[in-house]
């Protein structure tokens, strides 16, 4: 299939005409659809976590398979075990007025769902909210990420062994394309990324009054209190930071720390990520991070705290290019970008805090 605003609207339009044609999937026609969909990531495992390894340059073995294919599986076995609930119509309990009525409420499809999915977890991002879509009686249109075109070929080719274009669609292309993606008048978009690019997809899809859910990045912080192990949440800390090379959406963004507990944290956070990671460089079961410009943001990132007064502690050499290891920032100010922007990478702004009150201001 070609990534061309052409071919993507020719397709829009053959699933918006099979939904017309069929705007009801039965129960079985929907258990059968996600049963094939478990099937596939099985089968397909190996291929998704080379294609997702092969897009970052490298990234973990393990953490591909977990996040990227077994999360979606048990999604379907979620949606397994509830769909006949969920299909089901729902009592409700009407107002005085209407006293003598019945209401109830009767769960139909939307129709086509439009799914943009994220660069940083590129297969769970896309088929996620496939699944719960085609649970739903959904036919969807997936449009990957730039920074994925490995891993949209093969799931691609996956999903297209298993369903016919008019009723799960992957494409490609780059920002033009997902610009052309938002503006189509498809029936709910499902989008995952940051605030601004989010912003532009509401923009989108105003024009339509397409209704759209949005999954956008912020900051998320960490907070150790004063009676907490220290080694222990130090070894929680830097375990969800090294994670996918800290580019998801639970890494703790930053810690917040008793000031007279900075330091001791600060050493248990590095001899931590020592100890899961004696040598990034070369191990595989490191992530590197995903593209030349991110890393690139991560380098200036740290450029700007050091110029305004910061420490940074490194847990280690990376090779200069895209393997980055976890760098913990202290003497952090708010005017330091890492504290104003979501920072998706290994590092660890460690910020004093005496008090909840203290860190909530």
């Known amino acids: 299939m070609k990534d061309t605003i052409e071919n993507l609207q020719a397709v829009f339009t053959r699933q918006r005409n099979a939904c017309l044609a069929e705007p009801y999937p039965e129960l079985t026609q929907r258990k059968r659809d996600l049963k094939a969909v478990r099937v596939a990531l099985q ?88 699944i719960m879509a085609l649970a739903a009686g959904n036919r969807v249109m997936i449009k990957m990420s730039e920074y994925s075109p490995r891993s949209t070929v093969v799931l691609r080719e996956m999903l297209a062994e298993i369903f016919p274009e008019d009723l799960v669609a992957v494409f490609g292309g780059g920002v033009d394309l997902a610009q052309a993606f938002a503006s189509l008048p498809l029936d709910h978009i499902v989008f995952t990324g940051s605030p601004t690019v989010g912003k532009e997809i509401m923009r989108a899809a105003a024009a339509n009054l397409t209704p759209v859910t949005l999954e956008l990045g912020g900051k998320s912080p960490a907070i150790v209190a004063r009676s907490a192990s220290i080694q222990a949440a130090a070894r929680s800390i830097a375990h969800g930071k090294a994670f996918n090379a800290g580019q998801a959406c639970v890494a703790p963004d930053y810690a917040l720390v008793p000031s007279g507990l900075i330091d001791e944290f600060v050493a248990a956070a590095v001899s931590a990520f020592q100890r899961m990671y004696p040598d990034p460089v070369h191990d595989a079961h490191y992530t590197s991070i995903a593209s030349d410009r991110h890393a690139d943001r991560a380098r200036e990132l740290l450029a700007d705290a050091l110029a305004k007064g910061a420490k940074v502690t490194s847990c280690g050499p990376g090779d200069g290019k895209r393997i980055i290891t976890m760098q913990v920032v202290t003497g952090v100010t708010s005017d330091m970008r890492i504290m104003q922007e979501e920072l998706f990478n290994p590092i660890l702004p460690v910020v004093a805090c005496d008090s909840l009150d203290e860190g909530i201001g």
């Open 43 to 130: 089968r397909y495992q190996d291929r998704l976590s080379e294609a997702m390894s092969d897009d970052f340059g490298r990234r973990s073995e393990f953490e591909c398979k977990m996040l990227d294919v077994m999360f979606p599986a048990l999604q379907v076995d979620h949606a397994l075990s509830n769909l006949k609930s969920w299909m089901k119509p729902q009592g409700r309990v009407t107002d005085l007025m209407f006293i003598t009525n019945r209401a109830k409420v009767v769960y139909q499809p939307k129709g086509v769902v439009g799914v943009i999915a994220a660069w940083n977890f590129p297969i769970v991002e896309a088929v996620g909210p496939m």
